[in-house]
């Protein structure tokens, strides 16, 4: 800061020197009359623009994380590329298993036993697909979610806490399904040429709900909410919330401690609920120009409507994901009808193969998916950038996201295999935006760039 402040009256020293001088050398010496300054001339001459190179902040930034660190991030997200393999493998060796061992035709033989109704035939069915498929992938979810986080240091729970918590995440997961996959297959029975379209439909809506009442409702199964007691910090976030046009009175802190020491923040809701929400990780690790930065890309979210962005995109990638998969399912019922006992698509010992086919066609639309995020995700960036004005405190918050996301990836890598933008990209767009605003009084006398 000092050093800014040093450079600012030194460059306006020197224009002051400058305007005053030729005046003197003409008049000369010994007649010495005071010059004439013209005032309004006065700031455009005393502010000559100052010189901010954003390729060079970004690299000092960048260098910031290094040796152990960089290598151990770099190696967390890297492995994350395999897993989305390995998952898809693995899903698709459990619905095999299901299949081929007919425990799926098997199921469904029970669901008919215990029902004549068609419609609840299906829930029956799914009870039981829902959790032999979650014993069947535990070992997978426990090396995911629990043992390789903690290889990484970045989990905080015992064994029994992440198992609680992915109780109820599961609980959750089978509510959701029986209620989709039981309005699916009354939407294959009928409308059987057209169900994708109109399942499509009834996903995107389902979706939609969800995320509205996600906040209210589910997230406070997992995490404790509290409204942030009052500080300047807190006063700036609501003054920040209603320059921006966000209807919120309050800040709610929830403790993501209890699951890693993760960095993050949302604003969310609709109506009469929207709710701007931080985990004390942030409130803890970060600097006022860091949660200031964090939030105004999450208000930016919430202001540019990304959850409709987000819902018609995802929405046609399921458009299309349904409609191969009604194509697929057909060609595999074909071939292997007889072997799993499954007779048509509205028969729901067939799940199993929409699911992996679905899930097969998901990881090849993975580019695309992360295409999607990441667009809204760098318009959030830039929106944080032009309502906080904390280009630093983005900056330092991108580098403080490191520790579980990959710093600098190829194009390529980062075209396929990021939701969010990188943090080189983050870092970049925010020196290239305190560049073009470094003579903006706040600006040039923020905090001093790592140059
Ligand atoms: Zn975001």
Redesign the pocket.
């Known amino acids: 800061m000092v050093r800014v402040f040093i450079a600012c009256a030194m460059v306006i020293a020197l224009s002051i020197f400058a305007t005053v001088s030729p005046a003197s050398a003409q008049a000369g010496p010994s007649s010495a009359p005071l010059p004439h300054v013209e005032t309004h001339a006065l700031p455009e001459v005393a502010s000559p623009p100052v010189h901010f190179d954003a390729e060079k902040a970004t690299r000092a930034y960048l260098a910031r994380v290094s040796g152990k660190a960089r290598e151990r991030s770099d190696s967390y997200f890297e492995g994350g590329y395999w897993l989305l393999l390995v998952d898809t493998l693995y899903a698709v060796v459990v619905a095999a298993i299901l299949l081929f061992t007919r425990l799926s035709a098997w199921m469904r033989n029970r669901a008919q036993k215990i029902t004549r109704s068609r419609f609840w035939q299906v829930p029956i069915y799914v009870v039981q697909y829902v959790i032999v498929t979650t014993i069947l992938t535990l070992p997978l979810s426990i090396y995911e979610e629990f043992i390789r986080e903690h290889a990484y240091g970045l989990s905080n729970q015992t064994f029994l806490q992440w198992f609680g918590d992915f109780g109820i995440v599961s609980a959750v997961g089978l509510v959701q399904m029986l209620i989709v996959v039981t309005l699916i297959y009354a939407l294959i029975r009928a409308t059987p040429k057209s169900w994708w379209v109109w399942a499509t439909v009834v996903v995107v809506f389902f979706i939609g709900v969800q995320i509205t009442i996600a906040p209210v409702f589910l997230f406070p199964l997992l995490n404790h909410y509290k409204p942030l007691p009052d500080s300047p910090i807190k006063q700036q976030i609501l003054s920040l919330a209603r320059a921006n046009g966000i209807p919120a009175d309050n800040v709610y802190e929830f403790d993501a401690s209890r699951q890693s020491n993760r960095i993050s923040a949302n604003v969310s809701g609709f109506l009469g609920t929207t709710q701007i929400s931080m985990t004390d990780n942030l409130m803890k690790q970060a600097t006022p120009g860091e949660i200031k930065a964090v939030l105004g890309?999450?208000m930016g979210?919430y202001v540019m409507n990304h959850q409709v962005f987000l819902l018609v995109g995802f929405g046609l990638l399921i458009l299309i994901g349904f409609g191969l998969t009604d194509w697929g399912f057909r060609r595999l019922a074909v071939v292997f009808g007889g072997v799993w006992d499954v007779r048509s698509i509205d028969d729901p010992a067939g799940w199993p193969a929409i699911m992996a086919v679905f899930t097969v066609l998901g990881l090849l639309g993975t580019p695309l998916e992360n295409t999607i995020t990441r667009t809204a995700?760098h318009e959030?960036d830039i929106f944080g950038l032009n309502a906080s004005r904390q280009p630093d405190g983005f900056a330092t918050a991108a580098l403080k996201l490191a520790t579980y996301r990959k710093l600098e990836p190829g194009p390529w890598e980062e075209f396929i295999f990021y939701d969010?933008p990188s943090g080189r990209t983050r870092i970049h767009d925010a020196m290239v935006w305190k560049a073009e605003h470094i003579n903006d009084c706040d600006i040039k006398n923020g905090p001093v760039s790592p140059q």
């Open positions: 890309h999450e979210h995700e959030a969010h």
